[in-house]
Antibody, heavy 125, light 113 residues
Framework: QVQLQESGPGLVRPSQTLSLTCTVS??????????WNWIRQPAGKGLEWIGR???????NYNPSLESRVTISVDTSKDQFSLILSSVTASDTAIYYCARAGICTNGVCYNWFAPWGRGTLVTVSS | DIVVTQSPDSLAVSLGERATINCKSSQTVFYSSTSKNYVAWYQQKPGHPPELLIYWASVRESGVPDRFSGSGSGTDFTLTISGLQAEDAAVYYC?????????FGQGTKLEIK
């Protein structure tokens, strides 16, 4: 079964750039049929969808973060990445990667499953 | 953006009883062309990522016990957990995937008495 694992620095300085990678195992990203997503959760709070990428490279971002977010994919490594620039303390959160299905013939399979275990990123000087 | 609001924020229910969690979207998430409601429900336990319980508002994910059920259409949805067990203590989230950006409810914390 497909598994996802986030990796990256746990501490980022304010105004710097947050960079995370999600590695997919148990399946090939290049086979298509899925969107690869980033979602975050501040401690003790709810979930915020950050954005997604298709294996072909097309992206969609949450407008609330769009000016600071870039998601990229490397299907040869079965990895996709998140870059969030100009971070502040409000970007401190657990960051999850998750898979979602695509829409086919008007029917959408865009729920999130599976999820990675998450990685805590703290923005602090 | 579609705003998703859950109620209540928390509830405590006795072992073996039934818990009901409500989810309301600020606009319809029903696609008439497919007759499907684009709502999912997740369970999150402390220190773990959310896990998918239900999609299309009422379809249980494989492996999810049948005491979990989802219902509703349009803008109003319900997650019902019957015959509560101790392991059902968690935070539950609903999510709409009708339109981007996908949005979640604020979560409902379920405590087992």
């Amino acid at each position: 079964q497909v598994q996802l694992q986030e990796s990256g620095p746990g501490l980022v300085r304010p105004s710097q750039t947050l960079s995370l990678t999600c590695t997919v195992s148990g399946g090939s990203m290049s086979s298509g049929g899925y969107y690869w997503n980033w979602i975050r959760q501040p401690a003790g709070k709810g979930l915020e969808w950050i954005g997604r990428i298709y294996s072909g490279g097309s992206t969609n971002y949450n407008p609330s973060l769009e000016s600071r977010v870039t998601i990229s994919v490397d299907t040869s490594k079965d990895q996709f990445s998140l870059i969030l620039s100009s971070v502040t303390a409000s970007d401190t959160a657990i960051y999850y990667c998750a898979r979602a299905g695509i829409c086919t013939n008007g029917v959408c399979y865009n729920w999130f499953a599976p999820w990675g275990r998450g990685t805590l990123v703290t923005v602090s000087s | 953006d579609i705003v998703v609001t859950q109620s209540p924020d928390s509830l405590a229910v006795s072992l073996g009883e039934r818990a009901t969690i409500n989810c309301k979207s600020s606009q319809t998430v029903f696609y008439s062309s497919t007759s499907k409601n684009y709502v999912a429900w997740y369970q999150q336990k402390p220190g773990h990522p959310p896990e998918l319980l239900i999609y299309w508002a009422s379809v249980r994910e494989s492996g999810v016990p049948d005491r979990f059920s989802g219902s509703g259409s349009g803008t109003d949805f319900t997650l019902t957990i019957s015959g509560l067990q101790a392991e059902d203590a968690a935070v539950y989230y609903c999510q709409q995937y009708y339109s981007l950006p996908y949005t979640f409810g604020q979560g409902t914390k379920l405590e087992i008495k």
